[in-house]
């Protein structure tokens, strides 16, 4: 059995429509593959382990906050296959809901009703039929030169940053990555000339360069909007990328409800490998399955290589051993769509656009804001200047996740603090994916901690205990409280173990997601007790 | 040439071969570190998270059995910081886990429950009920999975891809809900499986167990003697622990289940075959042979003295050998008993009968 | 085996043939998987697509019987593209000239007519097998059971000797022994021509040795095998003495045998049930099984392990040296033994292989994290041996064996079309005395099967499940039909476990000239359905991975 037939798995099962009974063991008698293997890779993956719901509604705080759970409801009520979902990326257009896989946003009610109980006609009356939607972009565009990403500027499919790229030779480029200052935009805000270098250093020529564009952080949906907007930028910044570290393959991890996205990206690589503007260079797609962890990048090679996806443990690091065991660089969308424009106007440019950190960054903002959608900014600004670009607070700010649940919450009082990494880090938060999502006062801490604690349950992979138990636990121990108050309930558990809880779930958790799972609570513990008490 | 390097566990200095990990320098020195997930046989997983330690300039506690030792390392198994890690683990563990003996310890004896006291975690967190599937549907006769005890260790489902190589089993669902399954959930009797019980074998907890000691309601296997033997079967030779209950059957003792010698102690390096793990119920079948018989003048068996008998068999074969001469005579013996019982049957034949017409009844 | 099973995880090739190891040898076949996920080479010889070749880098799916062919081109290879050990051939070895001329006719694609396999894939194996330090041979009763079964063995020592792969680690000429104690049994003796410790009963100081320590007079004429003996039964052999088998269900054609006990005058069984033998059976002894007695066995790496008594045997049932003690001193002999450590003592003694060896020490030792002593072992001091010909081959000089290929002794004709071989499931055990009254195993594998490929099965309207008929020119059985592709175009394969359907109702007697082993492994068969499957559930769910094969 080769490695090949083992990727193919998580692909052949969507294409047998998810996992049902027998399917696994036909699939392992064409592939090889053992059949367990298979249904452990089905069963992991929610839009492949229960086919027959074919609506999904989405439960992320932001669209909660729009009426989605009314959505669920009426969508129940009215026969639809469905069921509650977590973020799809749409928290601009909320309530945003997948039909099979395509996200459709701002349902209503009234659309649900429509469609008499048949799944295939629900559609949302927020876009006119047989046109593909969009995201909301600012601020204006006056001054394109201060822009790395320029979303609303025209989509150059020359190729150009990559001849350049190729005059400045491998490490001319990496030189201009570092004297950029560019960081990682996909949560980490690591800096990306060392995982360049990194890769470059490694005695092992095969090397992979790995897209990660599996956004799930509820909160954010700017790689969306790249994706639908330059999907050339995004290719060009890939080959660069690859050219620069001597990969000859790229493989683009798009999660799987991004349908429209993967259109859009498909027929950029048949037209750029067609025009063979980047020589030999092979793209693969791979879709997702429907799990925000494959969104940590071991976790997305895990799943790219066919498996459940279980992050690795770090190190070693992918830039040592990546996919299949290789070498390999892995970017965040945004990440790699600066790099055409640093290579084209050097480092510099790119260091100056930002504040305190480098270039400029697509913050996302939903939630209670007046116009919810991606804005193109220096990195730095605070959330007052991006409430000001976005139409302001609806109602009364009373606290905000300035990068999506992992960040927690913070309270207004924090308004005026610059939203980088370092900033926000060192208030026990952070940048993260920049998902910035607005709360105002009709919003009671406590529930809005349950949501997201609710999130992380669902989503962590349950590979160590304590994130597996972790999850569950804090979620238990919050609705305990919900119900029984500050004395807690009858398992007498309540909220007496949650600092126990959570600086376990932040020592002993393998990724990120479990250590960041405890943060909404004890965040909103830390700045919102009242809410608490009742 | 072998490098030796060294690291240092607690301020002591301990030399290491490339390749081993954090763990193995520890098991040799004697510090102690506690695992669930680990298992020499196989690839560490890092999962159960019992096993961090603090590695000198790491901002994260890291697993010993996955971290590899390198030159200067410096390691501290013992902290406050450590100290601290292991009792809210095991605490939260235990909020996931049947707390007491009689509920987990029907079968194997359960490690998570002696490093919880151990290690004097708190136990009074609450208590979730187990979210996790089970298949108690299963019609196998072997192997019985129990969700309510299993700490998702993956011990079993490594075991049967590394190990047996038949991947029969597998981590299936996600997050608090994953849980051990088959194909499709179907009995393992209609999947891959080869029923060689590596699965319980590897399970810190007992939550792969035996089922028929289950369903017979034997004694748990804390309470039963362990008797060192051979299997009986082919001619690997593995080692076995015969389980046994000595009161059973008015004193004659009985076996209740057979394990396998810890790894790394006898040629079959912990493991077993179906046959060697499961097929012992013919010891003590109703079908087997409790008295002598001889055969009557109607054809007929009928059961007789030990005196008898032997004068009989004694009578019949000497008979025979005057009659026909001593090479009239033939003895098969056994590869199935022991080397001294086939010493004897070649002395017999020959010895006693003169007779060089013996062959025990196997090719090779 | 020349070497030790622990060395098998270090091997860097394994050349398997006539060995259905993961079912047979179950934890040598971990060792193998073990050896492979480290990224060593595996190539299995087999007729059927056994499970080992499911993760075998070459499956040599040979005709039955063709083994010789096999073995002598890869032999052409190895000396053809000078992969010989010259060296090791000079100094260990002679009469290597014969064989080299011998196999020079026996090239890969006169082979690939013959035995079904790409001539290609015979040179992949010669040389990977010749170019590898730690390559090793592993083979079984699909090697032996034939009626040229020792040509296969002497063209596996040729290949053995003329590389050099012996007295190395993970190298050498393994046979993996079917029963749990078969080395032993022979080790102690129980061979017509040899006392303990492979002392031949021809060999005068031998006889002298053993005229003292028994105090009797002994019979130098070497004894019948059993082979010989089974179709002496009624002929020249009218008493038997039969400890623990079940002869009448594992010896090949059982009719003839049937004949023959019919004309026997006296048979002594002992064992632990009853069995189709005891049918001809005059008296009985109830019997002991393992758990129930102490002793030793020796597995197939030469290891000396202990038994030891775990329960009472049940009623007045005895461990089977006990009752073998008190039937000698019935018939006049003066046995007095407190116990099996004592036997052994006295096995030790006058065999210096065992000398170093005994209860005492083995309780009490442990050698490189693991139990049980290996021999040779001729002093108390000696650690054992745990790969044999470290400094030389032993006793003198390796011998090559010119070989030729003869077919078997009964091949596919216009009657009987098919090829039937028989062997072992994992689920069951020889005569399956014990596995079947195990409730579980018998879920697992409740009746007799037999595979047919889906191509023969075609012809004669054969689908799963269907109830079969399958005859040989000595009998006739009824099975369940399974449509396999684990099996070769024109091939059958059945298990030899169940009384009810004795496969070795069909099976040849003929033996192989110097062993007399009988050709179980290939004779003609023909197989005809009788009856359509009665039930919808398939009878063997699960067993049968996916095979991909010729259609
Ligand atoms: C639980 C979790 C989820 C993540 N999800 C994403 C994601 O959806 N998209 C993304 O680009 N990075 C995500 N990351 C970060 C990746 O692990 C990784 O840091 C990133 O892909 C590296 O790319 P960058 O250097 O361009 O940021 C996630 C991390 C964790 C721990
Ligand atoms: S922290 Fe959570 S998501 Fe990450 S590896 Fe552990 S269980 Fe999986
Ligand atoms: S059944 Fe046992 S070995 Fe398997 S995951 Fe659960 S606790 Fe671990
Ligand atoms: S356990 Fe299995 S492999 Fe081991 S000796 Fe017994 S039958 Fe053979
Ligand atoms: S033993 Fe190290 S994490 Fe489990």
Not at chain 1, 91 to 98: F, I, N
Request: a negative charge; charged letters at 25%.
């Amino acid at each position: 059995m080769s490695d090949d037939k083992r990727a193919a798995i998580p692909h052949g099962l969507q294409e047998a429509g998810g996992l049902t009974d027998g399917i696994a063991r036909q699939l392992s008698r064409e592939s090889g593959v053992p059949e367990a293997d298979i249904y452990g890779v089905g069963s992991f993956f929610h839009l492949l382990a229960r086919p027959s719901a074919k609506i999904r509604v989405c439960t992320g705080l932001s669209c909660v906050m729009s009426g989605a759970n009314e959505v669920l409801e009426a969508a129940k009520k009215a026969g639809l296959p469905c069921e509650a979902t977590s973020c799809l990326a749409g928290c601009d257009l909320p309530p945003a809901v997948l039909r099979d896989r395509r996200v459709l946003p701002s349902v209503s009610i009234a659309d649900v009703e429509r469609t008499g109980g048949d799944w295939e006609q629900l559609d949302s009356s927020a876009i006119a039929p047989g046109e593909e939607w969009r995201g909301f972009v600012g601020p204006e565009r006056t001054n394109p030169d201060e822009l790395a990403l320029d979303l609303l500027g025209p989509d150059d499919k020359s190729g150009k940053s990559f001849q350049r790229a190729v005059e400045l030779g491998a490490n001319g480029v990496i030189e201009a990555i570092e004297s950029s200052g560019l960081q990682g935009r996909g949560g980490a805000g690591f800096p990306a000339h060392i995982k360049w270098r990194g890769v470059q250093g490694q005695s092992e020529t095969k090397r992979y360069v790995v897209l990660n564009a599996d956004e799930g952080e509820p909160g954010t949906f700017k790689d969306r909007e790249v994706m639908l907007r330059r999907p050339y930028l995004m290719l060009e910044g890939l080959a660069i990328a690859a050219h620069a570290i001597g990969a000859s393959e790229v493989y683009l991890y798009l999660r799987g409800e991004f349908e429209v996205p993967w259109g859009i990206v498909e027929r950029a690589i048949a037209d750029v490998t067609e025009r063979g503007i980047y020589g030999d260079l092979q793209f693969h797609m791979h879709a997702g399955q429907g799990a925000y962890i494959c969104g940590e990048e071991t976790a997305l090679l895990e799943a790219l290589e066919g498996k459940r996806g279980m992050p690795r443990l770090k190190p070693p690091f992918p830039v040592e051993v990546g996919l299949w065991g290789k070498p390999t660089l892995i970017h965040n969308v945004e990440t790699i769509a600066c790099v055409p424009s640093i290579v084209a106007r050097g480092g510099d440019w790119f260091r100056e656009l930002g504040r305190a950190e480098a270039g400029t960054k697509l913050y996302c903002i939903s939630g209670h804001v007046k116009q919810p959608g991606t804005y193109e900014l220096p990195l730095g600004i605070t959330l007052d200047e991006l409430l000001e670009v976005a139409g302001g607070v609806i109602g009364k700010l009373k606290a905000f996740s300035p990068g999506g649940a992992s960040s927690g919450f913070l309270p207004a009082s924090k308004r005026d603090l610059p939203l980088d990494f370092k900033s926000l880090g060192s208030v026990g938060s952070m940048l993260g994916s920049s998902g910035v999502v607005v709360l105002n006062d009709t919003v009671d801490m406590k529930w809005a901690a349950l949501e997201q604690l609710r999130f992380f349950e669902a989503e962590s992979c349950g590979q160590c205990a304590p994130c597996r138990i972790g999850t569950r636990y804090l979620r238990e121990a919050t609705e305990d409280n919900l119900d029984h108050g500050a004395a807690g309930g009858t398992t007498a558990r309540g909220l007496a173990h949650v600092a126990d809880v959570a600086w376990q779930m932040n020592e002993g958790s393998i990724c990120g997601l479990g250590q960041a799972a405890p943060l909404p609570l004890t965040s909103a513990l830390q700045y919102f007790p009242e809410d608490f008490q009742s | 040439m072998i490098q030796e390097t060294q690291i240092r566990i607690n301020g002591e200095k301990h030399s290491f071969r490339p390749g081993e990990t954090i763990l193995d320098v520890a098991g040799r020195a004697g510090v102690e570190i506690p695992t669930l997930c680990h298992d020499p046989r196989l690839k560490p997983a890092g999962a159960c998270r019992t096993c961090l330690v603090e590695v000198e300039g790491q901002r994260k506690l890291l697993p010993a059995c996955a971290t590899p030792a390198t030159t200067d390392m410096a390691v501290v198994s013992e902290s406050e910081r450590v100290d601290r890690h292991r009792k809210t683990l095991l605490a939260l563990y235990a909020t996931d886990h049947p707390s007491n003996r009689e509920a987990s310890e029907r079968g194997a004896p359960d490690e998570l429950l002696d490093m919880i006291e151990n290690y004097r975690a708190p136990t009074d967190w609450g208590a979730m009920a187990s979210v996790r599937a089970n298949r108690h549907d299963d019609r196998n006769p072997y192997i019985h999975f129990e969700p309510d005890t299993c700490i998702l260790c993956a011990r079993c489902t490594r075991y049967c891809d590394e190990v047996e190589a038949v991947s029969a089993i597998t981590l299936a669902g996600r997050g608090s809900e994953t849980t051990i399954s088959t194909v499709d959930g179907l009995s393992l009797l209609d999947t891959s499986c080869e029923m060689c019980g590596g699965c319980i074998d590897v399970c810190p907890t007992g939550a792969m167990g035996e089922k028929m000691p289950l369903t017979r309601g034997d004694k748990p296997e804390r309470e039963l003697e362990k008797v060192r033997s051979t299997c009986n079967f082919c001619g690997v030779g593995c080692q076995v622990d015969l389980n046994v209950d000595r009161e059973a059957d008015d004193g004659a003792g009985r076996i209740v289940k057979v394990t396998s010698p810890p790894t790394g102690t006898t040629t079959n390096d912990g493991n077993l075959c179906v046959k060697g793990r499961f097929a012992y119920d013919f010891v003590h079948h109703p079908d087997r042979l409790k008295v002598p018989l001889v055969r009557g003048a109607d054809g007929e068996f009928y059961e007789t003295s030990w005196e008898d008998a032997l004068q009989k068999a004694a009578a019949g074969l000497q008979g025979v050998s005057e009659r026909h001469g001593k090479n009239g005579l033939g003895f098969v013996s056994s590869s199935r008993c022991t080397v001294e019982e086939n010493y004897l049957v070649q002395k017999l034949s020959r010895a006693v009968f003169g007779t060089n017409n013996v062959h025990q009844c196997a090719a090779t | 085996m020349t070497n030790s099973i622990g060395e098998i995880r270090d091997a860097d090739v394994l050349f398997v043939i006539g060995s259905n190891t993961s079912e047979a040898h179950p934890i040598i076949a971990m060792e193998m998987k073990r050896a492979v996920k480290r990224g060593a080479t595996l190539i299995v010889a087999d007729p059927r697509a056994v499970w080992m070749t499911t993760i075998a880098e070459k499956h040599l799916q040979l005709k039955p019987g063709t083994d010789v062919w096999l073995l002598n081109a890869m032999a052409h290879v190895i000396i053809e593209e000078g992969l010989t050990d010259d060296a090791f051939i000079a100094e260990n070895t002679e009469g290597f000239d014969a064989v080299r001329e011998r196999v020079k006719s026996y090239t890969p694609e006169e082979a690939e007519k013959v035995t079904g396999i790409a001539a290609d894939d015979i040179r992949f194996a010669a040389r990977k097998y010749a170019t590898t330090e730690k390559a090793g041979i592993y083979y079984t009763l699909g090697i032996t059971e034939h009626t040229h079964g020792t040509d296969n063995v002497y063209a596996l020592a040729n290949l053995v000797l003329m590389t050099g792969h012996l007295g190395k680690p993970s190298s050498g000429m393994n046979p993996l022994r079917g029963q749990n104690n078969v080395q032993g049994a022979n080790d102690a003796g129980a061979t017509p021509v040899f006392y303990p410790g492979y002392q031949h009963v021809t060999d005068p100081e031998a006889q002298a040795k053993y005229e003292a320590a028994w105090g009797v007079e002994l019979s130098p004429e070497p004894g019948l095998d059993l082979n010989v003996m089974m179709k002496e039964v009624g002929k020249s052999i009218f008493g038997l003495f039969v400890m623990g088998e079940d002869i009448l269900l594992s010896e090949p054609n059982v009719k003839k045998l049937e004949e023959g006990m019919n004309r026997c005058e006296f048979l002594v069984l002992q064992d632990a049930f009853m069995n189709e033998t005891a049918r001809f059976a005059d008296v009985i002894f109830p019997a002991s099984v393992f758990a129930e007695k102490e002793g030793v066995f020796t597995n197939s790496e030469r290891r000396v392990q202990r038994i030891r008594k775990a329960v009472e045997p049940p009623g007045q049932a005895r461990a089977d040296w006990e009752i073998l003690t008190s039937l000698a001193n019935a018939c006049g002999a003066d046995w007095s033994y407190s116990g099996a450590d004592e036997i052994y003592d006295e096995i030790a003694k006058h065999a210096p292989s065992f000398a170093g060896i005994s209860h005492a020490r083995i309780d009490s030792e442990v050698h490189r994290g693991k139990t049980g002593i290996q021999w040779p072992c001729p002093t108390p001091e000696h650690p054992g041996t745990v790969y044999l010909h470290e400094n030389g081959v032993m006793r003198g000089k390796g011998l090559f064996s010119a070989v030729d290929y003869r077919p078997s002794n009964e091949l596919p004709d216009e009657e009987y079309g098919l090829f039937l071989s028989t062997g072992r499931t994992l689920y069951h055990y020889n005569c399956a005395t014990q596995t079947r009254r195990e409730s579980g195993l018998d879920e697992k594998q409740p009746e007799n099967f037999i595979e047919i490929h889906p191509r023969d099965a075609k012809k004669r309207g054969i689908s799963t499940d269907d109830r079969v008929e399958v005859s040989t020119r000595r009998g006739a059985v009824e099975v369940r039909a399974i449509v396999s592709r684990q099996v070769r175009p024109g091939c059958t394969w059945m298990p030899l476990h169940f009384a009810e359907s004795r496969a070795n109702l069909l099976t040849n007697d003929a033996g192989d000239a110097v062993t007399n082993t009988a050709e179980y492994k290939v004779c003609a068969a023909e197989v005809k359905r009788i009856a359509a499957k009665d039930s919808e559930t398939p009878r063997f769910p699960g067993t049968y991975y996916s095979v991909t094969g010729p259609n």
